[in-house]
Structure formats: C-alpha cells, structure tokens
C-alpha cells in the first residue's frame, strides 16, 4: 500500500470521526433544546391558568355583592317594620291609660250626661290602636290560647279543673306585636289543676 493510499484511508477515517462527533454533538443539543421546551410551560396553558383564576375571582365577587345586596335589603326592610318600635310602645302606654280611665267609670256613672264623653275616648282609643296596626302593630289574641312564654307573661294562677293546665283565662294587660317582634308581652293570668293540654298538631316530636 502506498504512502498515498494510506494518507486517503487516514483522512477518510478521520472525516467519518468528525461526522460521527457531530452528529452526536447534534443530538445532544436537539435533546437539550426538547427539554428545555418540555420544562417550559405552555403559554396555553398559562393564559387557561390565568382566565380560570380571574373566574373564579369574578364569581367570589359576584357572590359577596349578592350577599352584601341581600343584607342591605333586609337591614332597610327592617328599619322600615321597626323604626316606630319606641314610639308605638309609647302609644300603647296612652290607649291603657284611657282604658283605665274607661274601665274606672262605674256603671251607674255612665248617665246620658258623660255617654257622648265616654264615646269620644272609645274612639279616640280605637283610632289610636287602627293607626298602629296600619304600623305592623297587631293585638295579640292571648285568652283562650295556650300559655307560650315567647308571647305571654304569666302574673298569677287560677286554679280550674275544667280547664287545661297552663291555658290563658284572663288578659291583665293586652300584649302586642310589631312585625314578627313582641312588642309588648301579654300579661295573663293562666289555669292550674286541670288535665294536660294537648300539644298542637304541628308540634315537632322527638326522635
């Protein structure tokens, strides 16, 4: 083999170590550029990320105004039912005093002489008490009913067999409410020794 030949084998041996160096070389960066794209996130998935966070806040916002619209509504519904709570209680002081001024005029007081005066406080009464409930003031009807301390206040106890126990027999002072509220309890007075008062039907059993 001559010098030449030998000098052609050399460089063919050495171009194809080149293109073998490169060709790894090559490799190696595409396979560095496919992780680099594999750690980076995609700007899709960014912007799907983001537009789901930004919902989500959008209807957290739209849940607390709801909720804030909901409050206020019934905060002015009930400073409109309430806001003559105090004067309707002061009212109610006036239409017992003339009560008690009716109730204190004996029978055989009652001539023709001071009929038309007694009418004219009935009325005055009356007017006061329709001027109330067109308020929300409503009477509470206690006599007869079974005694509840939510709405009722017992003063005394009559003792009546006949009658169920704990059942309201006599109203010392009418009790009133104002929308849902008690505004004034009704003081009664309430049965004793009698059978137990059945329970209403709507009443929650125990489990």
Request: proline content about 5%.
């Amino acid at each position: 083999m001559t010098d030449e030949t030998k000098k052609n084998g050399t460089d063919e041996n050495i171009n194809e170590t080149v293109l073998d160096l490169q060709a790894e070389m090559d490799a190696a960066v595409a396979e560095d550029i496919a992780e680099e794209a594999a750690a980076e996130p995609d700007p899709l998935d960014i912007l799907k990320a983001e537009n789901e966070k930004q919902r989500d806040q959008l209807l957290r916002l739209a849940a607390e105004m709801e909720n804030l619209r909901r409050r206020t509504a019934r905060d002015v519904k009930d400073a409109k039912a309430y806001a003559v709570t105090a004067f309707a209680r002061d009212m109610l002081s006036v239409s017992d005093n003339l009560r008690r001024a009716l109730d204190a005029i004996p029978e055989d007081k009652r001539t023709e002489e001071i009929k038309g005066f007694i009418e004219g406080v009935e009325m005055t009464e009356r007017s006061m008490l329709t001027g109330l409930e067109r308020h929300g003031v409503k009477k509470i009807e206690a006599e007869g009913q079974r005694f509840d301390p939510n709405i009722h206040q017992a003063m005394f106890e009559i003792p009546n067999p006949e009658i169920p126990s704990n059942t309201v027999v006599q109203v010392v002072q009418s009790g009133y409410m104002i929308g849902e509220r008690v505004l004034r309890p009704a003081m009664v007075g309430v049965s004793k020794g009698g059978p137990k008062a059945e329970q209403p039907a709507d009443a929650e059993k125990p489990e």
